[in-house]
């Protein structure tokens, strides 16, 4: 976990970094020639704090969306679904809303932690959870690109709703309704649905990912454009940094490319200690979110540890399997059972199909991010139910 990485030939020098690793990024840092850190963040960056993967067919939330007749995940996403069935979308908002229920990563607060050193430049991140705010990233540094919880408006006048009743509303899983005389219509937060354009904010400051001496992107799979192209804009010379699961976008091909690949917080701890900030980085998370809710992260890392080493097992085992049906010749009867088998409700390139065509206008799901084919089994860490009562939780938002 946490190895570096670049596609680019041994033999091509850096044209920044004396080398293509941490400790030459956190050198870049420490001498000062990087002050305007560009960061981009996605559903990964969330996972240890115990966000469902909604598309996750294994996960509660999932099965309680099930229960509301959803034609599939995304519809909970769709406007004209929402016009229909609001209700379906404030169950999973009871869920997601600021301060409900989860709490920020140790990476989060890796990036509150730049903004205080004065060295964020801005952080454009693709998820609606908030947490980079929750984690004190001021909120003129951030750029939620799928818009957040934030403000909220009627979708029909679009007049402005209170956030203390909004609140309330979501507390109680109900939905509100616009307060303009004779309107009536649903209210909605300013979460970017499909057919929906980005928000407004994304367009004026993307040209800030130009301006960036580093950049640094933590757990997106940068499917989506806009978004995914943000890494491209600055210049080739300077040092970009993955922190991801996997390689995605064009990382590895640019010199001063660095890709840290595996666990996020893990990624994100090893660069901290190359900056000698991993105490106040581990003491500010701690004081944040409070004893209780680091063991329940800590544990909750653990675990997703040991249901990658299952799920490797599993496929192993089906693997062996195919093996065995085709030494026997009959690979119609392959078809067939693996169809049987075939655990994923949407399969991964009927998914990503789907979703190029509802985001030709540059709109996308929040949690996209966790979505589309992942055939490497690392990837299989964001798909594993979440630990730690999302069963529960759910249960609750049903009754
Ligand atoms: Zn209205």
Not at 85 to 102: C, D, I, M, S, T
Not at 280 to 289: A, G, S
Not at 326 to 335: C, F, L
Request: negative net charge; proline residues 6%.
């Amino acid at each position: 976990m946490g190895q570096e990485q670049s596609y680019v030939s041994e033999d091509t020098p850096p044209l920044t970094l004396p080398e293509r690793s941490l400790a030459a990024v956190a050198g870049h840092i420490k001498s000062g020639r990087a002050r305007r850190i560009v960061v981009m963040t996605g559903a990964g960056i969330s996972t240890a704090a115990g966000i469902p993967d909604f598309r996750s067919p294994e996960t509660g939330l999932y099965a309680n969306l099930a229960a509301l007749d959803l034609p599939e995940p995304e519809a909970v996403f769709d406007l004209s679904f929402f016009r229909e069935n609001p209700k379906a979308f404030y169950v999973l908002a009871r869920e997601l809303y600021p301060g409900a229920r989860y709490r920020p990563t140790v990476s989060h607060v890796f990036i509150a932690l730049l903004a205080r050193k004065g060295l964020l430049h801005m952080l454009f991140t693709q998820n609606i959870d908030c947490l980079e705010r929750a984690a004190g990233v001021p909120a003129d540094r951030i750029v939620e690109a799928h818009g957040s919880f934030a403000t909220q408006r009627c979708i029909e006048c679009k007049a402005e709703f209170d956030d203390a009743k909004m609140r309330a509303f979501v507390a109680k899983g109900e939905v509100p309704r616009c307060e303009a005389e004779g309107c009536g219509g649903l209210v909605k937060p300013d979460i970017v649905f499909f057919g929906e354009a980005l928000p407004r904010a994304f367009f004026e400051l993307s040209d800030r990912a130009k301006e960036a001496d580093l950049i640094l992107v933590m757990g997106t799979s940068l499917q989506v454009h806009p978004f995914a192209g943000l890494p491209n804009m600055a210049d080739e010379d300077v040092p970009r940094v993955l922190f991801n699961l996997e390689r995605v976008g064009s990382f590895g091909t640019q010199a001063d490319d660095v890709m840290v690949l595996g666990d996020c917080d893990a990624g994100i701890r090893k660069l901290a200690d190359e900056l000698g900030w991993r105490d106040e980085l581990e003491k500010t998370w701690r004081e944040l979110v409070g004893e209780e809710e680091v063991e329940r992260q800590m544990q909750g890392a653990k675990k997703r540890v040991a249901a990658l080493h299952d799920e490797v097992s599993k496929l192993a085992e089906e693997v062996e399997e195919v093996l065995h049906i085709d030494d026997k010749d009959e690979a119609g009867q392959e078809a067939e059972k693996k169809e049987d088998q075939g655990t994923p409700v949407v399969n991964p390139g009927e998914k990503a199909a789907k979703t190029e065509e509802k985001t030709q206008a540059a709109i996308e799901s929040p949690q996209h991010d966790a979505s589309p084919s992942k055939p490497d089994d690392q990837s299989q860490v964001e798909q594993v139910p979440k630990v730690d009562g999302t069963d529960e939780s759910t249960k609750k938002a049903v009754l």
